[in-house]
C-alpha cells in the first residue's frame, strides 16, 4: 500500500540546464497528473495522463515541459533549458478513474525545484 | 475563465476558536467540489468532497463544508479548531464530466495553543 512516490524530493540546477523528474503512481492509479506549485501560489495543471490515452498537455506552459508515462506506471517529468521562474514546487497525483469526474487524487511529496 | 477563488490567504485563530474558510467558483452546473488539507512537512490529502445529494458534507477530523449552488460557493467550517489543525488549505473544484480539478490559491490557517 505505498502512496505516491517522487524524486528527487530535491533538485537545485543551474540556469540553463535540463532537469528530470520522477513520479511512482499507486500500483492500479489509471489517471496521473502534474501540477506546479509556486510559492504562495494553488496547484498549477501541467498534464494528465489517463492510461493508453493521449494525455492532455493543455496546461503545460511552453515547449521546454514535456512528460511521458508508459501505461499506466512511473512517469517522467522533463524541463528543458530551466529558466527561475521554473522554481517551484512540482507535484504529481494519481487516481482510479470514475465516471463523473469524482475520483479522488493522491498526492506526492513533491519535488522543490530551484533553478540559480 | 474557470477559477477558484478562496478570499481568505492568511488565518490565525486561537483553540477552540470556531473556523470557516471561505471557496467561491465561477460557472454553474454540474460541479464535483473538494478540500484538500497540507498539514506542515505531509502531503496533501482530501479533506472531504461533494458529489451529489446531501449538500452538508462531513469529512475528517470534524471538518465539514455546505455546498451552496446559488452562491457558488463551497465553504469549510469546523466549530472548535485544534493546534493541530494547523495546514495549508486548498478548495478545488471539477466543473461537468472534467478529469482536470481547478484549485484555489490555498488558505493558512495558524491555531495559537
Redesign the interface.
Known amino acids: 500500500g505505498a502512496g505516491v512516490s517522487q524524486s528527487p524530493s530535491n533538485k537545485v540546477t543551474e540556469k540553463g540546464k535540463d532537469v528530470e523528474l520522477r513520479c511512482d503512481p499507486i500500483s492500479g492509479h489509471t489517471a496521473l497528473y502534474w501540477y506546479r506549485q509556486r510559492l504562495g501560489q494553488g496547484l498549477e495543471f501541467l498534464i494528465y495522463f489517463q492510461g493508453n490515452s493521449a494525455p492532455d498537455k493543455s496546461g503545460l506552459p511552453s515547449d521546454r515541459f514535456s512528460a511521458e508515462r508508459t501505461g499506466e506506471s512511473v512517469s517522467t517529468l522533463t524541463i528543458q533549458r530551466t529558466q527561475q521562474e521554473d522554481s517551484a514546487v512540482y507535484l504529481c497525483a494519481s487516481s482510479f478513474r470514475t465516471s463523473g469526474g469524482t475520483d479522488t487524487q493522491y498526492f506526492g511529496p513533491g519535488t522543490r525545484l530551484t533553478v540559480l | 475563465a474557470q477559477s477558484?477563488s478562496?478570499h481568505n490567504h492568511h488565518v490565525i485563530l486561537s483553540e477552540a476558536a470556531s473556523l470557516e474558510l471561505g471557496c467561491n467558483y465561477s460557472y454553474g452546473g454540474t460541479v464535483?467540489l473538494?478540500w484538500?488539507v497540507q498539514y506542515p512537512g505531509q502531503?496533501?490529502?482530501?479533506l472531504l468532497?461533494y458529489?451529489s445529494g446531501d449538500p452538508l458534507v462531513k469529512g475528517i477530523k470534524g471538518f465539514e463544508a455546505e455546498f451552496i449552488k446559488s452562491k457558488f460557493s463551497f465553504n469549510l467550517r469546523k466549530p472548535s479548531v485544534q493546534w493541530s489543525d494547523t495546514a495549508e488549505y486548498?478548495c478545488?473544484v471539477?466543473w461537468?464530466?472534467?478529469?482536470?480539478?481547478?484549485?484555489?490559491?490555498?488558505t493558512s490557517l495558524i491555531v495559537h495553543p
Open positions: 477558484v478562496q464535483n473538494f484538500y502531503h496533501l490529502q482530501l468532497k458529489f486548498f478545488a471539477k461537468g464530466r472534467s478529469y482536470i480539478p481547478t484549485f484555489g490559491r490555498g
